[in-house]
Structure formats: C-alpha cells, structure tokens
C-alpha cells in the first residue's frame, strides 16, 4: 500500500514538474514575442512617419502635438516633388550608378573570391591577407587622394568618379571566398577531367553555385551606393549629375523659412521603393545566403 503510494506521489511531482517546465516554456516564448514585437514597431514607426508625413501639409507637418494620422491626404506631394526639381535626373542617376556598380562589384568579387579560395598559387593567402587589410583603413583617410587622383582623371562632377572607386570591395571578395569554399572539389575536378578552363569553372560551375551570396552582396551593395551622400556630395556640383540623396538634400537648401518636410517626405518614399523591391526579389538568396553561410568546405 505504501509503495502504490509512493508510486502516486512520484506520478504527481513529474506531473507538476512537467506542467511548471512547459509554463516557464510559453512564459518564455511569450517574453521572446514581446521583445520582438516591441522592436518591431520601433523599427517600423519612423517608415510609418515618413509615409504619414508624405501625405501632410506642410502646416499639419509643423502642427503641436504631432499628428500620425494626417488629417487630410495630399497625394499632390508626390506630383510637386517632380515640378520643384528633376527629380526624374537624380532618380536615374542614381539608378545608373547603383546599378553599373553593383553588377561591377559581383563580378569584381566573385572572379576574386574564386581565386582566392579554389586556385592555388604561392602567396595567394598572403596576397588575400594584404587586400582584406583595406578594410582597416577609414574612408576619411583616402578621401583627399581620391578627389585628387580624380581631379587628375578630369572625372570630377562626373558620374564616373562615382562608379569607378567603387567597383572593387575587399569586403565583397571576403564574402564570396567564404562561400566558395563551401562547394565541393569535385565538381571543380570533374569540370577539369572534361576539359574546361580555369575561367570557364568559374562561369559555369562556381557562379550557377554562389546565386545566394551573390544576391546577398547585390543587395548590400547596390543599397550602400544608392544611399551614399559623402562621396557624391564632394564629388558632385551640377544639378544634372546629384544623385537622389543630393536631391533631398537640395529640398531642404531651397527652403527659406521652413523646410518642406512634406516634400522629402515624399521623395523618400520614392527613394526607398528600388530597395525594397531588391530586397523582396532577392529575399529567397539573400535568407538562403544567411542559412549556408559557416557551413564548412574545402579549400
């Protein structure tokens, strides 16, 4: 009798065990969606506020208490944008120089990630070590030997001295050697057996592989360069080559009593629409880029 007992009072203690462990589980579960919930909104509010003030007059964007429901929607924003400055030059600048720099950076990148991760030369990792140490080095540092070495070129106030320094990334190189070095030799080994060249593996076995971290750096980079302001701001005068951020920032030194928020407002938002229209098409990569990458390979 007092060993059914015993057996009673063990079945309940795992019972409440069991019970008190799957509370403090939903418990926590509960605290992780809290914390994400609150970082979401505080990531979304100022996108929110920016397309709310899109919409704004100009007397309701400087109003006390703030509103984030405008009260009355003014689309015309969007329209007045265009008519106070051409827009449609710094949207296609910068689409032009975002776009010629991207694709030349996954080039760049990849022909010198496969080099150094597949071929084998002495002091290739030597060579590797040297290149990535360029990271190190500040964009404050190189900024005067730049605009004088592009002062020499005659590319100053030129949309070419906005692509040309930007079509190699020691950052982009290290990401696709990292990856690279994930795919298996054989198929390089195999591509040789049947005759390929060294080039020709890198165009049609090792690019077909690296879609993932390819869209992975696209993304990065074509959003660095669509949203640089230093480099164009020093680089650039005429109104014909600003690149959108120079064109919101031209919003404000038209101003001469209250800046339009609405209208840059307004302009962001167009600003923003390419990206997120990369980001959702190269979503599948770029999620794909994260999952594989650290997975080990050989070299």
Known sequence: MSGALSLGDKGQRRTRFQMGQKMRTQLGDLATWAVLLLGSVIMVLPFFWMVSGSVKSLAEIYAYPPTFIPQAVQLENYVEVWRRLPFHLFFLNSFFVSTTVTVGVLFTSSLAGYSFSRLHYPGRDTIFLFYLSTMMVPFAVTLIPMYALMGMLHWVDTLTALIVPGLFSAWGTFLNRS????????????????????????????????????????????MGVWNDFLWPLIMISSMKNKTLPLGLAAFQAMAAVKTPWHLIMAASVMSVIPILVLFIVGQKYYVQGIVTTGLKGVA
């Open 179 to 222: 990856f690279m070095m994930t795919i298996p030799r054989e198929l390089e080994d195999a591509a040789l057996i049947d005759g390929c060249s060294y080039f020709r593996i890198y165009w049609s076995v090792i690019l077909p592989l690296s879609k993932p971290v390819l869209a992975t750096l696209a993304i990065f980079e074509f």
